[in-house]
């Protein structure tokens, strides 16, 4: 099985701030890696499909990179609404899931 | 718009098999674009995919439940489903359905793109 894992667990940051979280496979999964953002009792979202691609409607400042084992996901600039959970998902084989990055209100 | 919505008892005891069903509303559940599955996540807790299903009836589980895991679809009701067996307090969670596409011009990457609001179901004596 193709494990997940993310760091920081946690993060606190002001809006306005530049923000990376780092996801890795242990193995290489190509670019077979998405992101999803989730708020308090919300359902998850599509934020970043194949590693890099921004999914329709999701705003500029997040972006992704990596391919193989080694992936991040930045936010440029924070806004009010992003703070939430950030989660990343493998889909090479078949599908796994990041334990998950809370960002907080510094 | 697509939507899923997910249905069942909210309440489920120990050894007991949990059912429920999700229903697509707003597109078809036979399209060759996408697989179909379930995630679920325990109270306070992160995501765990469950299994997915593709329109063919074709499967996919995780191994760590697949002893337990049943997905079915009806393509003539819009509707797929989840029977998870011998549940235990552990069982506990949100449950959601869930469509993912397959990205055929990203390699056959498969993201969710489209999620059911949840349902928790508590497993409880």
């Known amino acids: 099985d193709i494990q997940m894992t993310q760091s920081p667990s946690s993060l606190s940051a002001s809006v306005g701030d530049r923000v990376t979280i780092t996801c890795r496979a242990s193995q290489s999964i190509s670019s077979y890696l998405n992101w999803y953002q989730q708020k308090p009792g919300k359902a998850p979202k599509l934020l970043i499909y194949a590693a890099s691609s921004l999914q329709s409607g999701v705003p500029s400042r997040f972006s992704g990179s990596g391919s193989g084992t080694d992936f991040t996901l930045t936010i440029s600039s924070l806004q009010p609404e992003d703070f939430a959970t950030y989660y990343c998902?493998?889909?090479?084989?078949?599908?796994?899931f990041g334990p998950g990055t809370k960002v907080d209100i510094k | 718009q697509l939507q899923l919505q997910e249905s069942g008892p909210g309440l489920v005891k120990p050894s007991e098999t949990l059912s429920l069903t999700c229903t697509v509303s707003?597109?078809?559940?036979?399209?060759?674009?996408?697989?179909w599955g379930w995630i679920r996540q325990p109270p306070g807790k992160g995501l765990e995919w469950i299994g997915s299903?593709?329109?063919?009836?074709?499967?996919y589980y995780n191994p760590s439940l697949k002893s337990r895991v049943t997905i079915s679809v009806d393509t003539s009701k819009n509707q797929f489903s989840l029977k998870l067996s011998s549940v235990t307090a552990a069982d506990t969670a949100v449950y959601y359905c869930?469509?993912?596409?397959?990205?055929?011009?990203?390699?056959?990457?498969?993201?969710?793109?489209?999620w059911g609001q949840g349902t928790l179901v508590t497993v409880s004596s």
């Open positions: 998902q493998q889909s090479y084989s078949p599908f796994t």
């Open positions: 869930a469509r993912q596409a397959i990205m055929i011009t990203f390699g056959g990457v498969i993201a969710i793109d489209y």
């Open positions: 299903i593709y329109y063919s009836g074709s499967t």
């Open positions: 707003g597109g078809s559940i036979s399209s060759s674009s996408y697989y």
